[in-house]
């Protein structure tokens, strides 16, 4: 199953994908954040089974990536313990890929396909 909303982090500073990074989804409802799904990234640095198609609703999203966690593992610190990403789903019909290029001192992110 591929899930509508669907997550890859990159760790830029290793140049392969970051495995087992706890990730939590969540759809802003009434102005309150209410979690919706959550799961770890796999061997690839992704996400991809979190939603059924038919639970996909217009709105605002947010995931959560517990980078803290990705480093202790890798026995490193960073400066952002975790990164949230919000972002708008207006088209329901569509597929929405959230990645994350990720290095122990910053990150980036864009819509991807």
């Known amino acids: 199953m591929r899930s509508p909303i669907t997550t890859h982090i990159l760790d830029t500073n290793l140049g392969k994908p970051a495995a087992n990074v706890a990730c939590v989804l969540f759809r802003k409802e009434n102005n309150q954040w209410s979690q919706i799904a959550s799961g770890k990234t796999n061997n690839d640095g992704r996400i991809v089974d979190w939603m059924e198609e038919t639970e996909r609703q217009a709105g605002i999203y947010r995931i959560e990536f517990d980078t803290d966690g990705y480093f202790d593992v890798l026995g490193q ?23 994350l290029l990720l290095t122990a001192f910053g990150f980036s992110t864009y819509r991807g396909s």
Not at 85 to 99: K, L, M, Q, S, T
């Open 77 to 99: 610190h960073c400066f952002y313990p975790s990164v949230s990403i919000d972002f708008r789903i207006v088209a329901i019909n569509e597929h929405y890929h959230v990645p």
